[in-house]
């Protein structure tokens, strides 16, 4: 929403001060809405309807970003500890991925970079947490990641 709000300020060439003016809602409340202090969610249909005219938009764009479901905990998770990994790991893990994916022949060595990656970026770099390296080992070598049990 927060973004919503301010993108359409900036299309549309104006100030928070002139939409307040224009649709009749108070500055703070614009305000407190376009740097995300008030959840659009929780206004007044009035004040969304308001808003909306003045920015020629419907009342469904101005809203639809705060009813949408936020991303659960684990994948949370998952995008911070499988993403902006030290360069050499993210590497292993997106070509361990795409073996997977494609059924490599290889999958044995590149099971086998990860893992030295991993360790790597745990104990010598310190690039990454011991939590962090659990999950990644869990979830590829140990896992679901891991098809052959050979490992």
């Given at each position: 929403?927060?973004?919503e709000i301010n993108k359409l300020l900036q299309e549309k060439g104006l100030t928070k001060y002139r939409l307040s003016v224009l649709s009749g809602v108070p500055?703070?409340?614009l305000?407190?809405?376009c740097n995300g202090k008030t959840n659009i969610g929780k206004c007044s249909v009035e004040t969304i309807y308001k808003l909306a005219k003045a920015l020629g938009v419907s009342m469904e764009t101005l809203v639809e970003d705060a009813f949408k479901p936020q991303p659960s905990i684990e994948e949370l998770r998952e995008k911070s500890y499988e993403y902006g990994l030290p360069e050499y790991l993210q590497s292993d893990l997106d070509a361990f991925k795409e073996g997977l994916k494609n059924g490599s022949s290889l999958i044995d060595c590149l099971w086998g970079e990860l893992y030295g990656s991993i360790n790597m970026a745990e104990i010598s770099d310190g690039a990454i947490t011991p939590e962090h390296a659990d999950y990644l080992r869990q979830k590829y070598l140990w896992g679901g990641g891991n098809t052959?049990?050979?490992?």
């Open positions: 929403m927060i973004m500055h703070a409340t305000s407190e809405l052959d049990g050979a490992h």
